[in-house]
Every structure is written in structure tokens, then in C-alpha cells.
């Protein structure tokens, strides 16, 4: 069974960094491509960052310049380093790979 398990999240003042972790269980994490997604209240879930299995790497304009994506897969594990946080970064942040998702881990970013 392939479980995501997100961690990482946290409150920090504007300008901060944060690093949110994804550690996939099962045997197929080298095999597919791993994102990013956020979801903040009121709104629809939206990508942030994309990964693919061999780590060529998209990210969603308001990501870009602040957020690095990567991936281990010795380790199964998916990473998102956000620097220069905004209040507007404030979400539940969620890992996906394939059909599968994580239980999300909440950023707040405050002013």
C-alpha cells in the first residue's frame, strides 16, 4: 500500500524559509513523477511544483525564484524549500504522486 506523509509545515513571519518533506512508502517512488500542490482557504488546489522521476523540474510562476523542489530516491523522499515567504503562501500543502496523496501540512505565513 503507498502511503504520503508530508511534514515540515509551520508558522513563520514573512520573508522566512520553510522545508517541507514527503516521504513515500512502497516501492515505487523512482518510477513516477512527484508534485507539489497547495491549497489555501476558499480556493482550489492549485500546483506548485512538479519533479519528474529522473528530476527535471516546473514550477508554478509564484513559485519561481523562491521555491526548489527535489527528490531522493534512496531515501523515497520528496522535498520543497520555500524561501522568501510570502503571506499569500499560506496553504495546506499537499504531495502527490500518480493517484496518490498526502494528509497535507499547513503553512502560515504571517505579515
Known amino acids: 500500500q503507498v502511503q504520503l506523509v508530508e511534514s515540515g509545515g509551520g508558522l513563520v513571519q514573512a520573508g522566512g524559509s520553510l522545508r517541507l518533506s514527503c516521504v513515500v512508502s512502497?516501492?515505487?517512488?523512482?518510477?513516477?513523477?512527484m508534485g507539489w500542490y497547495r491549497q489555501a482557504p476558499g480556493k482550489q488546489r492549485e500546483l506548485v511544483a512538479q519533479i519528474s522521476r529522473l528530476g527535471s523540474t516546473n514550477y508554478a510562476d509564484s513559485a519561481k525564484g523562491r521555491f526548489t523542489i527535489s527528490r531522493n530516491n534512496a531515501k523515497n523522499t520528496m522535498y520543497l524549500q520555500m524561501n522568501s515567504l510570502k503571506p499569500e503562501d499560506t496553504a495546506v500543502y499537499y504531495c502527490?504522486?500518480?493517484?496518490?496523496w498526502g494528509q497535507g501540512t499547513q503553512v502560515t505565513v504571517s505579515s
Open positions: 512502497g516501492s515505487i517512488f523512482s518510477f513516477y513523477d
Open positions: 502527490r504522486l500518480n493517484v496518490f
